[in-house]
């Protein structure tokens, strides 16, 4: 018998294992290849015909947005604990 790798929360419902760290851009990365498999579909084509399909895609426009966002908001929280630990 083998243990099961689930942690089991206080109702009793089980919760996964913690899984590691990943940052934002591949989180992101992975919603964007699953938004454009899934919802677009675009045609069998080659790198370089793909990215001239997608140039005009909204959601790739989004996933920048919201990854330049997140840089800033990391950005000023390190200068905030920067600055934090000065005084």
């Not at 793909?50 to 950005?75: A, D, N, S």
């Amino acid at each position: 018998m083998t243990a099961n790798r689930k942690k089991e929360s206080r109702n009793g419902c089980s919760v996964p294992t913690e899984q590691p760290e990943r940052d934002m851009e591949s989180i992101l990365n992975d919603l964007q290849i699953y938004v454009c498999h899934e919802m677009c579909r675009p045609p069998e084509m080659t790198e370089d015909e793909r990215k001239q399909y997608c140039r005009g895609c909204w959601f790739e426009g989004l996933v920048e947005e919201i990854i330049e966002e997140y840089e800033k908001k990391i950005k000023k929280r390190g200068n905030m604990y920067e600055n934090n630990s000065n005084h």
